[in-house]
């Protein structure tokens, strides 16, 4: 990770604490967790890789204290990683079984954020306003809900791009003003309209 860019020894601490391997849901695939690579986690869907996590926590440049809107639950790896950095998280998930899942998790584990099963491109208007937003799947554009729930000085960093994904932030600077930045090329699972059916 440091040899690669990622120097907040705070994040560098945060990312040791949190067993990556419980977020596998599979044990018999638990010896990959600490590989730096992305993994399957079923439905389709995928537990980031570990530079990326830590690349998109060190653009959040957490805070304790601060509120913190994810988008893309997923296995919660993410979500801990925030947790263990002293935000208060409100993580979003648009599967059902996925955010069932990981919502047991994080009770056996002891850990508490608040998860909501919904569709992130509405944020969570009841919350608002956070201090940063993390998108954790690719986003064709920029969701107005997300930019209208951040506080000025704010954060988002959402991977933008159809089928590859050029990580981006957005600093809150006005009313309606933000500062873009871009940050390199990824592949995230797509950001998808709407709730999906539970099952
Ligand atoms: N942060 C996760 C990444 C999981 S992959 C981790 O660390 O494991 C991205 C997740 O975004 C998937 O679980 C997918 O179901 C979810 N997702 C896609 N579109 C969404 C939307 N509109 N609202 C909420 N979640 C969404």
Request: hydrophobic share 40%; charged share 25%; proline share 5%.
């Amino acid at each position: 990770m440091k040899e690669k860019g990622i120097h907040d020894t705070n994040l560098l601490a945060a990312i040791g604490k949190v067993p990556r391997h419980l977020f596998y849901f599979d044990s018999t695939f638990a010896e990959k967790a600490y590989e730096d690579i992305a993994f399957q986690i079923g439905d389709g869907q995928t537990i980031s890789h570990p530079y990326t996590v830590a690349l998109q926590s060190q653009l959040l440049d957490v805070k304790k204290g601060e509120k913190i809107l994810e988008i893309g639950t997923g296995s919660g790896y993410q979500t801990a990683v925030l947790l263990e950095l002293g935000a208060k998280v409100f993580s979003v998930e648009r599967q059902k079984n996925l955010y069932d899942k990981t919502k047991l998790l994080f009770s056996e584990m002891g850990y508490d954020p608040r998860l909501f099963y919904g569709d992130g491109y509405k944020g969570l208007p009841n919350y608002a306003p956070f201090d940063k937003i993390i998108v954790t799947c690719g986003a064709p554009e920029v969701p107005a809900a997300l930019l209208s729930q951040l506080k000025t000085a704010g954060v988002l960093v959402i991977p933008l791009g159809q089928k590859e994904q050029v990580m981006t932030t957005f600093v809150k600077t006005g009313e309606n003003q933000f500062h873009k930045e871009e940050f390199g090329e990824f592949r995230f699972v797509p950001m998808l309209q709407d709730r999906a059916r539970g099952i």
